[in-house]
Structure formats: C-alpha cells, structure tokens
C-alpha cells in the first residue's frame, strides 16, 4: 500500500470513530455543545499561537482561556451574548497590546499583539457562531447546514482533484489542489445540501440549498487556503497531530470557520429576502 492509500484509510479511519462523537453532542445540543464547541475553540486557538508565536505566553493562554469560552456565550440568549462578546474581544484587544507593550520585546510586540488578537478571533467567531446556529429551536438543522457545505466540498473535491485534477489551483500556497477538485467540491457542496433536504430536512428551500451550497462551495476552500497560507509562511506542514490522518484541529475545519458565519449570515439577515 503506497503512502497516499494508506493517509486515507487513516483519515477515513479517524472520520468513522470522531464523527458519531461530534454529532452526538451537537444533536444534544445546550451545554454538551457548547463543551464540543468551546474545546474545539480553544484548540485552535493554541495551534494558531504555537505556529505564529513559536510557544504559549501567559497572554496566549488568556486568549486561549476566552476563545474557549466564547462559544458558552449563546447560553445566555442572543442579546446578552452578542454583548458579553462584544466585551470579551474589545478587553482583550486592550490587554493584548498593553501585554506586550510592558514585557515586550519591543521590536516584535505590534506582530505578537496582532497574532494574540487574531488567533483568539480565529478560533472564536465561527465557534460562535456555529454555538449562536444551535441555540436557534431549528438549530440542529442550521448546524448541519454548515457542516454539509464543509464536509461534502471537502470530500469530492479530494476524489476529484485526486482523479481529476490536472490544472493548478493556488500552487504557490496549496500545490496540491486542483481547479477540477474545486468544481467538483462545489457541486459537493450543493449536491449535499439537496440530498439533506430530501432525505433529512424538508425545512430547506431550494433557495437554501442552491445560496449556502454556492457560498459554502467558495468560501469553504478560501477558509482551506488562508490556513494553508498561514503554515507555509512559517513552515509547518500540519497545524498540529490531536487527528490521525488529519493533522491538528485548524487542518480538519479551516473551512467550517468561515463557512459557519456565512451560514448564521444567511439564517440571520438573507434568508427571509429570497
């Protein structure tokens, strides 16, 4: 078996036994998925600090610390979270910079103060607004919305791209993939959201599969790309090694970051204008 197979049967391997375990506690919803959610959060926030800052300061375990917690925000209603975030990140912005700006160094502290702020918002505004999606009484359907434009992208632009795939994509950033793997992730994308809707959800229009399968299909792999670009300008191959076969927790849902806003996006201000 070469080494490519066998990275697969070790990714489909981690799917089956992490997948069941996820949407057990997302379908429970409450507190169970605001555990999932917030944990998740603040493993991504420490990937993000142990690539970019080369170790965890005492200020990077603060953000790791409040990007865990922001995805227990929604507990407390929709008002009250969007405040008490709104709190969380304008005091941490404040403790950031004057963090380093008391113990430096000084000619790296604007870089370190930047990655303090954008590691905790990295990890915490799609976490949230995926905690923000479950709180909602259709929630557990919103949430699979996000995860169905995430993970059918992913999985048929990898068996495009690898059967497929013969003309670059971003080679400078991900040289592996490919404009058919793209498309094909795309039709992914809105192929599963029609196939959740007649097997699954009724709830969705057309509309819904046709705007978030679209959406996600483009904003997904954007999500792929900018974490990609985030290793390679400090050469790292993986964000980390918690997932067999898929590396650290930024490497498995890079695209549910920036998918799972668009879809709170959507649900919140779009989807009674179609």
Not at 232 to 244: E, F, M, N, T
Request: glycine share 12%.
């Amino acid at each position: 078996m070469n080494e490519k197979n066998k990275n697969l049967l070790i990714r489909i391997a981690s799917a089956v036994v992490l997948l069941p375990c996820v949407l057990f506690l997302l379908w429970k919803g409450g507190v169970y998925s605001a555990i999932l959610l917030g944990l998740t959060a603040a493993a991504c926030a420490s990937e993000y600090y142990a690539i970019t800052l080369k170790g965890l300061s005492p200020a990077a375990w603060v953000g790791i610390v409040l990007a865990g917690a922001v995805p227990f925000l929604p507990l407390r209603g929709a008002e009250t979270a969007g405040q008490l975030a709104y709190w969380v990140t304008a005091g941490f912005f404040f403790f950031a910079w004057t963090y380093h700006l008391i113990r430096g160094p000084l000619p790296e502290a604007p870089t370190r103060s930047a990655h303090l702020i954008t590691g905790f918002l990295y990890a915490a505004v799609g976490l949230m607004a995926l905690s923000a999606l479950r709180m909602r009484p259709d929630g557990m359907a919103w949430v699979i919305c996000a995860l169905v434009i995430t993970w059918a992208n992913d999985t048929v632009a990898y068996f495009a791209g690898r059967f497929l795939g013969r003309h670059k994509l971003y080679v400078e950033v991900s040289p592996n993939k490919t404009w058919e793997g793209f498309f094909g992730g795309l039709v992914g994308s809105v192929g599963g959201m029609f196939i959740a809707r007649a097997g699954f959800f009724p709830e969705f229009t057309v509309a819904d599969c046709v705007f978030t399968g679209i959406a996600g299909g483009i904003l997904g792999p954007l999500g792929d790309l900018c974490e990609s670009m985030l290793k390679r300008a400090y050469g790292v191959k993986d964000s980390g090694k918690l997932i067999p076969g898929h590396g650290g927790i930024l490497d498995r849902i890079d695209a549910l970051l920036f998918n799972a806003p668009l879809v709170f996006i959507y649900v919140q201000f779009i989807r009674h204008l179609l």
